[in-house]
């Protein structure tokens, strides 16, 4: 491979560096007559979710909690998040560890939590198929304000998943792709989660792996996805569909690359 070309791909890396809302960003205006923080996510079709490199990670191998930028087809930055959770199970069971996601605006509101409790049984499609080993989350807006859900559903295959109302009522439905590729050598897997509207037929958006370049597949676990939506979905389903994103993210991509197969 070209030397020129993964010192190029080095340099993007360690580039970008995710501002937090306490640094210079340029972030997104909250759309007008509408004081709710999701209302960010009214005009938006599309997301960018960038999880920001960790050095720790790089050097020493430790695992860090979870940083993303999350931004618009202009490039603004609409939130930030962070991750909260043990550094016992990110080292152990970093795919199924307990963790709250924090989605913050520009001011550093707190708008949207996103919450997994960790069960040791849970992983593969299949596993879903008993109660008590299916991945979920919780998202909540404003934090302590249930506003969805999203399960993992009972599959032999592929991994699936069903966002829901606040009240458990399934809206939407995720179907991932027929192989799940990560790692330095997957350029040319598109690992594409389709979201299909309550028919379960009628595609409406995706959620997509993106491949970062060889040396960042190498050497971090930090994952860049990009997001899909119906212009005119409910925002609060635009944020269970942010969620979703994340669960994807924890439960199929947090592996560390010395452990992959």
Same mark, same amino acid.
């Given at each position: 491979m070209n030397g020129a070309f993964l010192m190029a791909q080095a340099q993007d890396m360690l580039g970008n560096n995710i501002m937090n809302p306490q640094q210079q960003q340029r972030w997104m205006e909250k759309p007008p007559g509408d004081p709710s923080g999701l209302a960010y996510l009214r005009p938006l079709e599309s997301m960018l979710a960038k999880q920001v490199v960790s050095l720790t990670e790089m050097i020493i191998g430790i695992p860090s909690q979870a940083k993303y930028g999350i931004f618009n087809d202009k490039g603004e930055q609409v939130y930030y998040a962070f991750e909260e959770s043990d550094i016992c199970q990110r080292l152990y069971c970093p795919k199924t560890r307990r963790f709250d996601l924090h989605i913050v605006d520009s001011t550093n509101q707190e708008i949207i939590r996103v919450k997994r409790e960790f069960k040791c049984c849970s992983g593969c499609c299949w596993c879903a198929c008993c109660t008590g080993? *299916?991945?979920? @989350?919780? @998202?909540?807006s404003p934090p302590g304000t249930i506003i969805g859900f999203v399960s993992q559903e009972c599959s032999c295959w592929r991994m699936n998943y069903v966002l829901k109302d606040a009240a458990g009522t399934p809206v939407l439905h995720i179907t991932g792709p027929g192989c *799940?590729? +990560?790692?330095?050598? =997957?350029?040319?897997?598109?690992?594409?989660? %389709?979201?299909?509207?309550? +028919?379960? %037929?009628?595609? *409406?958006? =995706?959620?997509?792996?993106k491949y970062r370049g060889f040396i960042a597949e190498a050497m971090t676990t930090a994952d860049t996805f990009a997001i899909r939506i119906p212009l005119d979905m409910d925002v609060k389903m635009k944020a269970v569909a942010l969620g979703a994103l994340f669960l994807i993210d924890f439960a199929n991509f947090a592996e560390p690359n010395q452990r992959r197969a």
């Open positions: 080993c *299916i991945q979920e @989350v919780t @998202v909540e *799940i590729c +990560d790692g330095p050598y =997957a350029c040319c897997c598109e690992n594409k989660f %389709t979201l299909y509207g309550n +028919d379960g %037929t009628t595609e *409406i958006g =995706a959620i997509h792996k």
